[in-house]
T-cell receptor, first 112, second 116 residues
Framework: QKEVEQDPGPLSVPEGAIVSLNCTYS??????FMWYRQYSRKGPELLMY????GNKEDGRFTAQVDKSSKYISLFIRDSQPSDSATYLC????????????FGSGTRLQVQP | DGGITQSPKYLFRKEGQNVTLSCEQN?????MYWYRQDPGQGLRLIYY???????QKGDIAEGYSVSREKKESFPLTVTSAQKNPTAFYLC???????????????FGDGTRLSIL
């Protein structure tokens, strides 16, 4: 079983829609999760990171962690064509190492 | 402008040839990482280095080698022993190596390696 599971999509939505991107994780030892956005032929860029349970909001983006169900989510409000990218969730590989383990990524297409 | 520079952007390898991918950062980060990304897959860790002159194998280190002689530089060599090297290679760095401290990683724009 992968450490972080993610639906690969593609997910296609109309402009202005609310987008929900989800990951599940198997190891409860880590409480720190990240969302990266990756445009085609580019490196991932950090979008948001969140500790523990609850929500973190940044503009149109909200990251949510549900420890009880081992579920992490990224919500995008008022989605724009410029949001079209692959979204990767990640968490630390293990304690004492800074490396990350990633989900396979969800490809999002926002139609104008 | 601080960041991570990977070069070249595209690289072609012949059979039996070793090739070296460059990664330089001017973020003053202690830790650096190499990941491999295949189509439809997430990033997989090849090697990482938390301080100069020290590095550790990741999940898929076979057929790769690295060095960390300077804080700013972490080159990756894809050797002829790597039988399936075609992939997108990403270098990253982060600012802390202390246990319990979670500095996010910053990525370069990758090198796409193909076999001739």
């Amino acid at each position: 079983q992968k450490e972080v599971e993610q639906d690969p999509g593609p997910l296609s939505v109309p402009e202005g829609a609310i987008v929900s991107l989800n990951c599940t994780y198997s190891n409860s030892a880590f409480q720190y999760f990240m969302w990266y956005r990756q445009y085609s032929r580019k490196g991932p860029e950090l979008l948001m990171y969140t500790y523990s349970s609850g929500n973190k909001e940044d503009g149109r983006f909200t990251a949510q962690v549900d420890k009880s169900s081992k579920y992490i989510s990224l919500f995008i409000r008022d989605s724009q064509p410029s949001d079209s990218a692959t979204y990767l969730c990640a968490r630390p590989l293990d304690t004492g190492r800074r490396a990350l383990t990633f989900g396979s990524g969800t490809r999002l297409q926002v139609q104008p | 402008d601080g960041g991570i520079t990977q070069s070249p952007k595209y690289l072609f390898r012949k059979e039996g040839q070793n090739v070296t991918l460059s990664c330089e950062q001017n973020l003053n980060h202690d830790a650096m990482y190499w990941y491999r990304q295949d189509p439809g897959q997430g990033l997989r860790l090849i090697y990482y280095s938390q301080i100069v002159n020290d590095f550790q194998k990741g999940d898929i280190a076979e057929g790769y080698s690295v060095s960390r002689e300077k804080k700013e530089s972490f080159p990756l060599t894809v050797t002829s022993a790597q039988k399936n090297p075609t992939a997108f290679y990403l270098c990253a760095s982060s600012g802390s190596t202390g246990a319990g401290s979670n500095q996010p990683q910053h990525f370069g724009d990758g090198t796409r390696l193909s076999i001739l």
